[in-house]
């Protein structure tokens, strides 16, 4: 492959991460204050908005590392190697928790939107868990027929 493509690739998955780190900076703190105003009785509420949404950091940032090596692979022609595999293996794992974590943050969605009569916020969690799956399934998908390239490559070696 070209080296300006996988330059591209990697710059993209820079470039995703940039984003995220923002939410993580000043919107995350911004839901959880917003929580506790809704909720002031149980702010500990503020501290269930955190542990779940800096959790949902840990996959992401893994996975874009993830592929951020399957790039590297990609750039020094290992592309049908078993490195590669598990690259995929860990971001199909990844999105995964990802949108395990969202489902287990639903609840605290719901009782934003609830208060503050705000049925949106549950739809964009909604659309965060789809987006996960999605993409698990594509890795899947990616994995089994690298795993399947990787048989028949070996295999024709064999006879050679």
Not at 3 to 17: D, E, N, P, Q, S
Not at 71 to 86: L, T, Y
Not at 99 to 114: I, K, R, S
Request: glycine share 4%; hydrophobic share 55%.
């Amino acid at each position: 492959m070209e080296r300006g493509t996988t330059l591209f690739l990697k710059a993209a998955v820079v470039l995703i991460g940039i984003p995220f780190l923002a939410l993580c900076v000043f919107v995350v703190p911004e839901i959880a204050d917003f929580m506790a105003e809704l909720y002031p009785d149980h702010t500990y509420l503020r501290y269930f908005v955190y542990v779940d949404l800096y959790a949902t950091a840990i996959p992401f940032y893994w996975a874009l590392y993830q592929s951020f090596k399957l790039i590297g692979f990609i750039d020094k022609n290992q592309a049908f190697s078993e490195f590669a595999v598990q690259c995929l293996k860990q971001v199909k794992n990844c999105a995964f928790a990802f949108g395990g974590l969202y489902v287990l943050g639903l609840p605290l969605f719901y009782l934003l939107a609830e208060r503050d009569d705000a049925p949106g916020i549950i739809l964009v969690g909604m659309v965060v868990i789809f987006a996960a799956l999605v993409i698990a399934v594509f890795a899947a998908v990616l994995q089994k027929l690298l795993k399947e390239a990787i048989d028949i490559k070996s295999e024709n070696d064999l006879t050679v």
